[in-house]
């Protein structure tokens, strides 16, 4: 059965679990296995979302949605004005 992936605010709790854990005396090893991650996650998530809240997280994903968004419009509009540009040159 395939694993769900975390929510962004669940991501940022895990990483405050991990800081916690650490700031205890445990290895970073141990904490990271305590949250079910593997290192190679764990550092991925904290280079993404170390030092954020999670209202910031939410409004980064808000902010990455709309930038994805207008991203396809301007794609588009430059299609469309690329075709009819060489429709009025006539090479059709």
């Given at each position: 059965?395939?694993?769900?992936?975390p929510?962004?605010?669940?991501?940022?709790?895990?990483?405050?679990?991990?800081?916690?854990?650490?700031?205890?005396?445990?290895?970073?090893?141990?904490?990271?296995r305590?949250?079910?991650?593997?290192?190679?996650?764990?550092?991925?998530?904290?280079?993404?979302?170390?030092?954020?809240?999670?209202d910031?997280?939410?409004?980064?994903?808000?902010?990455?949605?709309?930038?994805?968004?207008?991203?396809?419009?301007?794609?588009?509009?430059?299609?469309?004005?690329?075709?009819?540009?060489?429709?009025?040159?006539?090479?059709?």
């Amino acid at each position: 059965m395939p694993r769900k992936k975390p929510s962004p605010e669940e991501i940022v709790a895990k990483l405050r679990q991990v800081d916690v854990l650490v700031s205890q005396g445990r290895p970073v090893a141990e904490a990271v296995r305590t949250i079910g991650a593997t290192s190679f996650t764990y550092y991925r998530w904290r280079k993404e979302y170390g030092g954020l809240k999670v209202d910031q997280v939410k409004r980064l994903k808000e902010l990455e949605k709309e930038n994805e968004r207008l991203r396809k419009a301007v794609s588009d509009l430059t299609l469309e004005k690329l075709i009819l540009k060489e429709a009025a040159s006539g090479n059709w």
